[in-house]
């Protein structure tokens, strides 16, 4: 009930392309997903993050779809560069579950140049 | 800038040491998390504090304890090293009102 399943594991894009990580939950409790972008030697950071009476939210390059019938959301990430290449992380948290957060398995992207 | 501060970046230990990971928010934030990483399995929850003195499980405690003496300071204790405790250790703080987590550097761990 509690868990986010991520997929794909790992992802390679061209510059310029399209990157597409799926994510879906099992609690329909859960009242906020965020996705967090993680460099390696750092901590994960927050990148962007939806609540589920919006069906898309958009910050720059970075889109999140939701699609709240389905349990389901993903990250698009448009025009991709290599400087995005990184470990994402989607998440939820709220409802029962208060202010826990679960976290998805994560995806390595790599956005060759 | 939110700032959640992990002293140790990278340690090496003995099987059956006791190890202590330090952390330190200056976010005035009133909850805090350890996580473990480890490739393919993501970020796993050992323990979370909702307040001073206040400590709950998480996921994957066992083998794990915890201290928060001081709302910015929350410490990681490994009772008793050991190998398969080779691993990332992501601290964490998140305010009361808001669900963004915001995560510290990371402390590399290993245990000989």
């Known amino acids: 009930q509690q868990q986010v399943k991520q997929s794909p594991q790992s992802l390679i894009v061209q510059k310029g392309g399209i990157s597409i990580i799926n994510c879906a939950y099992e609690n329909t409790a859960f009242d906020y997903f965020p996705w967090y972008q993680q460099f390696p030697g750092k901590g994960p950071a927050l990148l962007i993050a939806?609540?589920?009476?919006?069906s898309e939210k958009k910050e720059g390059r970075f889109t999140i779809s939701f699609n709240k019938s389905a349990k389901q959301f993903s990250l698009h990430i448009m025009d991709s560069q290599p400087g995005d290449s990184a470990t994402y992380f989607c998440?939820?948290?709220?409802?029962?579950?208060?202010?826990?957060?679960?976290f998805g398995a994560g995806t390595r992207l790599f956005v060759k140049a | 800038d939110v700032k959640v501060t992990q002293s140790s970046r990278y340690l090496v230990k003995r099987t059956g040491e006791k190890v202590f990971l330090e952390c330190v928010q200056d976010?005035?934030?009133?909850?805090m998390f350890w996580y473990r990483q480890d490739p393919g399995l993501g970020l796993r929850l050992i323990y979370f504090s909702y307040d001073v003195k206040m400590k709950e499980k998480g996921d994957i405690p066992e083998g794990y304890s915890v201290s928060r003496e001081k709302k910015e300071r929350f410490s990681l204790i490994l009772e008793s090293a050991s190998t398969n405790q080779t691993s990332m250790y992501l601290c964490a703080g998140q305010g009361a009102t808001g669900n963004t987590i915001y995560f510290g550097e990371g402390s590399w761990l290993t245990v000989v």
């Open positions: 939806i609540r589920p009476d919006v």
């Open positions: 976010m005035d934030h009133e909850n």
């Open positions: 998440a939820a948290s709220g409802g029962t579950g208060g202010f826990k957060t679960i």
